[in-house]
């Protein structure tokens, strides 16, 4: 089975940064394109970054230029590097992942094209 966890989250002062992970199992890494989601409380899940199988990227415009995704084939491991936090960045950030995606799930950052989830890490950023 699919097994998506998500580590790495804590609260952290605003301009600070945090590196979060998550660690994949039960499925063909590179036939699947990965993205990190983040839900802040009251507010919609938001697409924050996304990596398809071949390597293209690409971020919601609330964290271009601070946010890279990544990911270490060998270790079937997704990174999150967040830099210069800001308070609205603040929610639970999950994984998320689904096979043999067509363009537009990393295009769109749409959750409801991903089938797999962890459990989230949550990210707290303070004034």
């Known amino acids: 089975a699919v097994q998506l966890v998500e580590s790495g989250g804590g609260s952290v002062q605003a301009g600070g940064s945090l590196k979060l992970s998550c660690a994949a199992s039960?499925?063909?890494?590179?036939?699947?394109?990965m993205g990190w989601f983040r839900q802040a409380p009251g507010k919609e899940r938001e697409g924050i970054a996304g990596i398809d199988h071949d390597g293209t990227t690409n971020y919601g415009d609330s964290v271009k230029g601070r946010f890279t995704i990544s990911k270490d084939n060998a270790r079937n491991i997704l990174y999150l590097q967040m830099n210069s936090l800001k308070p609205e960045d603040t929610g639970m950030y999950y994984c998320?992942?689904?096979?043999?995606?067509?363009?537009?799930?990393?295009?769109?950052?749409?959750?409801?094209?991903?089938?797999?989830w962890g459990q989230g890490t949550q990210v707290t950023v303070s004034s």
């Open positions: 998320a992942a689904e096979s043999l995606c067509p363009p537009q799930n990393i295009a769109t950052l749409d959750s409801f094209l991903f089938a797999y």
């Open positions: 039960g499925f063909t890494w590179s036939r699947y394109c």
